[in-house]
């Protein structure tokens, strides 16, 4: 990515302590569950997931598995979920990197609406003010307020976040 076309919203470092916020946030509210499963947007979500798994060890003494949703954001209508597991009376947390519409989010619910599930939250690590359908995060690194023209990206490389960027 050419970051000197950009502007940077958040660092690597700011990701960081970003992340560990997320992860007490989703201990505190979460403190009574034996289970927990981080279900990544393919992409960017699956680093995010990855990132969020390893908070969450070093804090909470449960299991914290990952499941990854795969869709095309373009034309979102096949959705999947790897593995296919029961997720029935379990807690989802459904994870992306970045939040425009909602539209994402509203979508990568669909796997999840033939079980039966204790409960669904929703993570970003950037959201933004464009709300086309109603689907509030639960857990948000930073809310940014840009116009429609602007464009945010995240840029990973491998399993790390190096950065969130305002184009």
């Known amino acids: 990515m050419n970051t000197t076309a950009t502007n940077t919203i958040l660092s690597a470092e700011m990701v960081g302590r970003k992340l560990r916020r997320i992860a007490l946030e989703i201990a505190e509210n979460?403190?009574?569950e034996t289970a927990l499963i981080l279900a990544g947007i393919n992409g960017n979500g699956e680093v995010v997931v990855k990132c969020i798994q390893?908070?969450?060890n070093k804090i909470l003494p449960i299991?914290?598995?990952i499941a990854t949703i795969k869709l095309n954001k373009k034309d979102p209508l096949e959705v999947s979920v790897e593995p296919k597991i029961?997720?029935?009376n379990k807690i989802i947390i459904i994870v992306d990197d970045v939040a425009n519409s909602g539209k994402t989010m509203a979508y990568a619910?669909?796997?999840f609406l033939s079980f039966k599930p204790k409960k669904i939250q929703a993570l970003v690590?950037?959201?933004r003010s464009h709300k086309l359908f109603p689907v509030q995060a639960d857990y948000v690194g930073l809310t940014i307020a840009t116009t429609l023209q602007e464009y945010i990206s995240v840029e990973v490389s491998g399993d790390k976040i190096l950065g969130a960027y305002l184009g």
Request: proline share 6%; net charge negative.
């Open 109 to 111: 619910l669909k796997p």
């Open 54 to 56: 390893q908070e969450l």
């Open 30 to 32: 979460n403190e009574a």
């Open 125 to 127: 690590l950037v959201e």
């Open 63 to 65: 299991s914290v598995d």
């Open 86 to 88: 029961d997720f029935n």
